[in-house]
């Protein structure tokens, strides 16, 4: 039985295609057809039900040729495939040193570079909720043996736990935060730790508030100074590292942590999504909420994704449905149901409605 979907008096979207990834390890991918609003459908289910295969991370590298998918689950594989077909190039393990089995250290981060690409061969940024960072060449060729290639590792932190990261668009740099983890930003060419930010001061009660964060960004591809921050005490904090350590602007968002951050490409606008189903659009500038999106979810909001082209963003969690927004008018345009708790939503931006 196919996935339903409901279209509560939604317009439709724009011809789109995107990737789901769930907590029993299914890749599921929704296309939307017709350029007059077409009602997004399940046209490929990848894999088998798994709870020991949840995916934790995704990347793709949705390039015209050659695009490839990044997975990494729960029993501490990563699979490298095609996002066209779902054929599976290469599965590696992230837990070949004998640090500790995947259970205590999963990982956290998941990043398969654009710029670093090469005939058969792509470089992926890895880390565990640990802390243990690598970044590493893996050979994707079909070749008789699995070539991983230069490996290099770090550590990301002495104590805690890795929660979120976001490598910048120039791909040189990369931040990381988590429980017990100020978010930090390091050199990818060095792999040097070249800022970490403050921790708020006590507030008028007296009151410290735990480092707890949950989901970070960038706010441009053009800087990689300027990002942003949620926590898991329902506060965005907006930090500026060419200005100061704590953040240049922090304000709450509703009651619950905040659980996913997205950017726009205006470099300024934010998409944040809690654990109560809370989604809306906020300018970092001000601290200004513009506006929540219209039609509550139901569950805690795990992903959003902001499509490249359309004026269109994407949403799924807990609640087992996979949401796409307006983002001029902040309606729905239509949610599918998906039947398993989702993790993370890509796009493929080179998809195109040829019939």
Known sequence: MMPRTTTVECPG?????????????????????GNSGGIPQVVERWGDADSSKCVLAASVDDRANDPI????????????????????????????????????????????????????????LTCTTKGNASLRSVDIAPTES??????????????????????????????????????????????????????????????????WFTSATFLTGDDHRKFVAGTNSHQVRVYDTSAQRRPVISFDFRETPIKSVAEDHDGYTIYVGNGSGDLASIDTRTGKLLGCFLGKCSGSI???????????????????????????????????????HLTCVVFDSNFSDKG
């Open 69 to 124: 998918l990044a997975v990494a689950r729960k029993n501490g594989t990563i699979e490298i495939s095609n996002p066209l077909s779902g054929d599976i190039f290469v599965s590696i393990s992230d837990f070949g040193d004998g640090d500790g089995h995947p259970e205590d250290d999963d990982i956290a981060v998941l990043h398969i570079f654009k710029k670093r690409r090469l005939v058969g061969s792509c470089s992926l």
């Open 146 to 211: 699995t070539n991983n290639g230069a490996s290099n590792s770090w550590k990301v932190c002495a104590a805690g736990n890795v929660l979120c990261a976001k490598v910048h668009g120039s791909e040189k740099h990369a931040l990381f935060g988590g429980k017990g983890v100020e978010v930090n930003l390091w050199d990818l060419e060095s792999s040097t730790k070249i800022w970490a930010a403050k921790p708020p001061p006590k507030n008028s009660l007296d009151i410290f508030t735990p480092t």
């Open 13 to 33: 979207c724009p011809p789109l295609r995107a990737l789901t990834f769930d907590a029993l390890g299914l890749i599921k991918v929704t296309e939307s057809r």
């Open 302 to 340: 795990r992903s959003i994704a902001r499509h490249p082209d359309h004026p269109v963003i994407a949403s799924c969690g807990l609640d087992s449905y996979l949401r796409l927004w307006d983002v001029k008018t902040r309606e729905l345009l239509s949610a599918t149901f998906l039947k398993q």
